[in-house]
């Protein structure tokens, strides 16, 4: 926590700097070029909404906005990008409440608690909530980013593992990798897992040599990885309803003019209704090519996932989270439904 803090705090030292420098270059040839980075691999549901936003945004521009892709984490993590972004960067990448807590917006780490949300309409009846507006004016005054899309459906977020989980005592001591923020490394202590925080570039290697048991994350992506090439238990527990959020810099995004603003808006909301559509229609397909794969899929019982959420409803009282605004969980519960 204290080696985030105190990468944020050079990028802010040093954002007016490079942020100039970025303008400039803009300016100079007078097109906007921003460039996209992300974990995900060529072909997953995330790269090719990418895609059709590069092809949305030129056009509606008029080829004086342009969209660069980086998939497979060529920018660095996500983090690294977010990193990029607060020191004036003109950088964007998907991101959400796990990191905007680690990032100074504590109450925002909620909506990526286990086993928060019941069904995507929920989830997305949150995003559309004052209280997420809010909360939103405060990632981009206390975090320096600005959340452009709230509406990319990333998928539920499942568990591949290299032994079965059956029961809720399964995860005791399991090595589980999960991204690099303390939500969701609380989120899988809750469940007596081990949770090991590492680049999603990093897991397929780390299966393979047994320093973890498993990863979570969408569908598309376990697939995608090849991660079930190592991995060979799916368990399909949903423990969050994933929308992320398409993040750039405070400093590149007030850069623009208002007309800008409303391209890189919109297009970014097209391109997440298209990639959405995607993701809704692959699932099946996906969970079909894993069994034809050898990869045994348990849908987990009404029993077994009832425990899970019962097992998860700790969370939300950790004292870690002693800084979330009192109330909040209530709060966000009443906003959702």
Known sequence: MKNIALRTAVAVCVAGVLSLGAMATASADDTIVLRVGYGNNPGEPFDLGCHKWQELIEQRSGGKMKIELYPSSQLGSKDDVMDQMVAGEPVCTLTDGA??????????????GPYLFDTWEQAFKLNDSQWFKDQAKLVAEKAHLQIIGADWKYGARHTLTTKPVNKVEDFKGMKVRVPTNNIQVKGFEVLGATP?????????????????????????????????????YLLLDGHVFNITNIVVGTDFYNSLTDEQKKILVETCHEAAMYQNKIVEDSEADIIAKFKAEGVTVLDPSAEFKKSLVETSKKFYTLPDFKDWTPGLYDTVKKAMN
């Open 99 to 112: 990191f905007f807590y680690d990032r100074g917006v504590k109450d925002m780490g909620i909506v990526f």
């Open 196 to 232: 090991t925080p590492m680049a999603l570039g990093e897991v397929y290697t780390s299966l393979q040599q047994g320093t973890i048991d498993g990863v979570e994350n969408p569908l598309a992506v376990l697939y995608n990885g090849k991660f079930h090439e190592v991995a060979k």
